[in-house]
Every structure is written in C-alpha cells, then in structure tokens.
C-alpha cells in the first residue's frame, strides 16, 4: 500500500520561500508520479503541478510558473515542491498527491496528509 | 482551461437518503472524471475514476456516471460518516482542474 508522508507545518514571511517534501512508502518515487494540489482556507482543491522526470522539468500551473520548482530525489523517494516569493494569499494546506494515467493526467489515489504553509508578517 | 462547475453548492440531507451532486465540464472530456470526498483536517480521498468506476474500497452506495460533458455522483443511503466536500476533477486535458466542491451536510 502506498503511504505519502509529508513534512510539517511552516511559517513565512512575505516575500520568502518554502519546501515542502513529500517522501514515499511503499512503493519507489520512480514508480509514482506526485503532483501537488493546494486548499487555501474556505477556497476549494487546486492543481499546482508536478515534476516531468522525462524532460528534468517542473509542469505547473499557469498562475504559479516562475514561483514553484517541483522536484525528485530518488536516492531518498522524496518529492520536494519549493515555492518562492510568499504572498499572504499562498496561505494554504498544500498535498503531495500519486496520480494514476498517462502523461501527467489521471486520477489522484494516495495523498499525503497535508501540509499547512501559513505566510504573514 | 476546462472549467468545471458542480451543483449544488452545499445540501443538506437525512440519513438514508439518497443525494446527488452534478459536475458539469465547459467542454467534451469523455469519460475523464473523478470524484473526491475530503473531510476537513484529512487528506482527500477518490471515490470514483474514470466517471464511473468505483475505486477499491470505497462503499457500494456510491456510484458515478455520466459522460461527455454531464456528470453525477449518487449517494444512495446516506451515512453520517458521509458529511464531507466532494470534488469532480477532470483528467482528460491539461490542467487538471477541480470543481468548487459541494459541502454536504445531515
């Protein structure tokens, strides 16, 4: 059974950045595809993006493209996802999620348990 | 983007019931949707892929159906431990996007 283990809460300030890692049991990280989906309070799920090993490239969302690097290190089985230059609306509980398909699309079996990134001043 | 439009946006509803949530896509996506339930403080988790197909472990009350750009997810017989958000989510082009989500209440 495939277990997605996160990191812990973070705390920022604007203008900063955060990692958050995601390490995987169960199974091996190059035998997964993680993607990460955030939830800002009261807001509903979003798809941020994910690491395209193939290419060696982050695959993100419009709206976070030059601001999340998304990355593996299959020494370990751990997915990182760094997102940078903080702002108080990037307040969130962010996922780590394995997705099932093809070519980054699918759906989404095992997450991890969340992680809350909180950014204030 | 394809933007994905669930209805409604919260209900209410007694135990036993049966209850349905639509998930509309703003273009053709086949088959290509998933249902999610997500409870606050938990992780999300998938109740249906592929429009219809009940994921492993997850109670026969819940069924999905639909295709091209009409979806429902159907709860027949309503349980307490059933109070959570439910998400569609299509995968049939990039991005994947969400639906709003649709709060369900006893």
């Known amino acids: 059974q495939v277990h997605l283990v996160q990191s812990g809460t973070e705390v920022r300030r604007p203008g900063a950045s955060v990692k958050v890692s995601c390490k995987v049991a169960?199974?091996?990280?190059?035998?997964?595809?993680l993607h990460w989906v955030r939830q800002a309070p009261g807001k509903g799920l979003e798809w941020m993006g994910y690491?395209?090993?193939?290419?060696?490239?982050?695959i993100s969302a419009q709206r976070f493209q030059g601001r999340v690097s998304m990355t593996d290190d299959a020494s370990t089985d751990t997915a990182y996802m760094e997102l940078r230059s903080l702002r108080s609306d990037d307040t969130a509980v962010y996922y780590c999620?394995?997705?099932?398909?093809?070519?980054?699309?699918?759906?989404?079996?095992?997450w991890g348990q969340g992680t809350l990134v909180t950014v204030s001043s | 983007d394809i933007q994905m439009t669930q209805s409604p946006l919260s209900l209410s509803a007694s135990v036993g019931a049966r209850v349905t949530v639509t998930c509309q896509a703003s273009?053709?996506?086949?088959?290509?949707l998933n249902w999610y339930q997500h409870k606050p403080g938990l992780a999300p988790k998938l109740l249906i892929y592929?429009?219809?197909n009940l994921q492993t472990g997850v109670p026969s009350r819940f069924n999905g159906s639909g295709s091209g750009t009409d979806f429902t997810l159907t709860i027949s017989g309503l349980q307490p431990e059933d109070v959570a958000t439910y998400y569609c989510?299509?995968?049939?082009?990039?991005?994947?996007?969400f639906g709003q989500g649709t709060r369900l209440e006893i």
């Open positions: 999620a394995r997705i099932v398909g093809d070519l980054g699309l699918g759906h989404f079996d095992s």
């Open positions: 169960g199974t091996t990280l190059t035998a997964s595809s």
């Open positions: 690491f395209d090993p193939e290419d060696g490239e982050t």
């Open positions: 273009q053709d996506i086949t088959h290509y």
């Open positions: 592929d429009a219809s």
């Open positions: 989510q299509q995968c049939d082009n990039h991005p994947v996007t």
